[in-house]
């Protein structure tokens, strides 16, 4: 069964920074993405990038701030974290997908990614 096995959530103070890494179980994945849901909110688009091509998506509440990258020897895909505000204080899940043109109709919904891991809470604080 594929997994996706995140890393890197935390504690920090606002200003600061984290990475968070996602590592899938096998190398099928044509796009990676983050999506994030704070408590009592429903889950939302934060950045994706294609495999392949390393094309970057970012929704307007992070761009500038976020990065998404992959390494494609440790087929592992990162989000950088800058400037972080207690406003992203969410838990941050990790989707892949499989499928280029049913994903580019759907690159910022939940609908687009076939896998999701678990899950890594990262808490900001004012």
């Known amino acids: 069964q594929v997994q996706l096995v995140e890393s890197g959530g935390g504690l920090v103070q606002a200003g600061e920074s984290l990475r968070l890494s996602c590592a899938p179980s096998?190398?099928?994945?044509?796009?990676l993405a983050w999506f994030r849901q704070a408590p009592g909110k429903e889950r939302e688009f934060v950045a994706a990038i294609t495999w392949s091509a390393g094309t970057t998506y970012y929704s307007d509440s992070v761009k500038g701030r976020f990065f998404i990258s992959r390494d494609d020897a440790k087929y592992t895909a990162y989000l950088q974290m800058d400037s972080l505000k207690p406003e992203d204080t969410a838990v941050y899940y990790c989707?892949?997908?499989?499928?280029?043109?049913?994903?580019?109709?759907?690159?910022?919904?939940?609908?687009?990614?076939?896998?999701w891991g678990q899950g890594t809470q990262v808490t900001v604080s004012s």
């Open positions: 989707a892949a997908d499989r499928r280029p043109y049913y994903w580019m109709t759907n690159i910022y919904r939940d609908i687009g990614y076939e896998y």
């Open positions: 096998e190398r099928i994945f044509h796009a």
